[in-house]
Every structure is written in structure tokens, then in C-alpha cells.
T-cell receptor
Framework: GAGVSQSPSNKVTEKGKDVELRCDPI?????LYWYRQSLGQGLEFLIY????????KSGLPSDRFSAERTGGSVSTLTIQRTQQEDSAVYLC?????????FGPGTRLTVT | GQSLEQPSEVTAVEGAIVQINCTYQ??????LSWYQQHDGGAPTFLSY????GLEETGRFSSFLSRSDSYGYLLLQELQMKDSASYFC??????????FGKGTTLSVSS
């Protein structure tokens, strides 16, 4: 079956611009996660959606970051007024409560 | 808060056995997971321990000691394709999986 998909795969943007990253989770997965990974670094938790519960936003690094999940499926991560330190691979994952299935990620480069 | 510690790098030769340790500090602990990530790829699930003891899946085994807040991933009969980063992660009640910084394993011939 289809895995987690993310778009775009690569995004280059100028400092100060807004970007939107999209995640399509595996159908039927109630949990959706966003992580960020800088070059050679670990996975930094950003935000977690579980069913209809309020999302856990405790990992968002600043108020420039926001995310929503519409209809319990597709999620969009928005970064406003991008900064160079936002450059990273943004990974989305979904699960049914067990192990996580990761998408291929979006590589964001802020110039 | 939570914290996980694992070695940053491990090197080994083909056919050898390597153990990657992970210590953690967290509340509401449910279990410890391990993920593998090849260079340029997405992390993939390897194993999960909720109870103390050893879980074996082929060449890979994972161990957990809840009383010691400690676990390890054991890789046997190493192959070149095992060269990757390995992440331990804690499962907690009602929150997202929190990952360690990862261990880069380099397998040489």
C-alpha cells in the first residue's frame, strides 16, 4: 500500500518568505508527527496530532511555526518569515499507535 | 523533560557483533524503540521493548532494563549494508516519540 508522502521533496526559499510543507499520512493512521533533522543531527520533535485531540505543539521552536491537520488526514506545516537556521529536512510520520512510518522528507534550504 | 544518551559513532568490521547503548531520563515511560536511517533516507522501525528483557528479530536484538533506564541494540553478523545511523527513542504516555541524537555505525570489510 501507499506510504507516507511529502511534498515538495525540495524547497529553496529566500530568507523572510513563508513556506508550506505538506504531508499525506497512511490511510487509517490516527497519529501524525512532524520532526526536523539538521545535517548529521538527530530528529527534533516539532508537533504531534492524535485523532481529534488538541495537538501537542510543545516542540515548535518559535511562533513562526504552525501546523494543521485537516479532516484527520493531510497535514500542512507552515513556516513564516523563514530564517537560515530553519534549513533542514522536515520529516513527517504517521502511526496507528505503534511504530512510526516516516515519509521521505522535505529538504528546506533558506538562502 | 526527557533526555536520551547514545554514543555518536561506532565502527566495526563485517561479521562482527556491535552493541549500541542508550540511557534515558523521562517520565511516563512506556517503552524504548529503535530506528535505522541510511544516509539520505527516512528512518525505519527496527524494534520496540516495553518490558524488561531481550527481543530478537533476526540479526538484530534489543534489550531493555526499566529499572536502570537503559537499553541497547545488538547487531550480529554485521554486513556492509548495516552502515547507517541508529536512533533510540522513548515512547511516553500521550506524547510523541522522542529520539536520541543517533549513533553512526560504520562497517568496514
Amino acid at each position: 500500500g501507499a506510504g507516507v508522502s511529502q511534498s515538495p521533496s525540495n524547497k529553496v526559499t529566500e530568507k523572510g518568505k513563508d513556506v508550506e510543507l505538506r504531508c499525506d499520512p497512511i490511510s487509517g493512521h490516527t497519529a501524525l508527527y512532524w520532526y526536523r533533522q539538521s545535517l548529521g543531527q538527530g530528529l527534533e520533535f516539532l508537533i504531534y496530532f492524535q485523532g481529534n485531540s488538541a495537538p501537542d505543539k510543545s516542540g515548535l521552536p518559535s511562533d513562526r511555526f504552525s501546523a494543521e491537520r485537516t479532516g484527520g488526514s493531510v497535514s500542512t506545516l507552515t513556516i513564516q518569515r523563514t530564517q537560515q537556521e530553519d534549513s533542514a529536512v522536515y520529516l513527517c510520520a504517521s502511526s496507528r499507535g505503534g511504530d512510526l512510518y516516516f515519509g521521505p522528507g522535505t529538504r528546506l534550504t533558506v538562502t | 523533560g526527557q533526555s536520551l544518551e547514545q554514543p555518536s559513532e561506532v565502527t566495526a568490521v563485517e561479521g562482527a557483533i556491535v552493541q549500541i547503548n542508550c540511557t534515558y531520563q523521562t517520565s511516563g515511560f512506556y517503552g524504548l524503540s529503535w530506528y535505522q536511517q541510511h544516509d539520505g533516507g527516512a528512518p525505519t522501525f527496527l524494534s520496540y521493548n516495553a518490558l524488561d528483557g531481550l527481543e530478537e528479530t533476526g540479526r538484530f536484538s534489543s534489550f531493555l532494563s526499566r529499572s536502570d533506564s537503559y537499553g541497547y541494540l545488538l547487531l550480529q553478523e554485521l554486513q556492509m549494508k548495516d552502515s547507517a545511523s541508529y536512533f533510540c527513542a522513548v515512547n511516553q504516555a500521550g506524547t510523541a516519540l522522542i529520539f536520541g541524537k543517533g549513533t553512526t555505525l560504520s562497517v568496514s570489510s
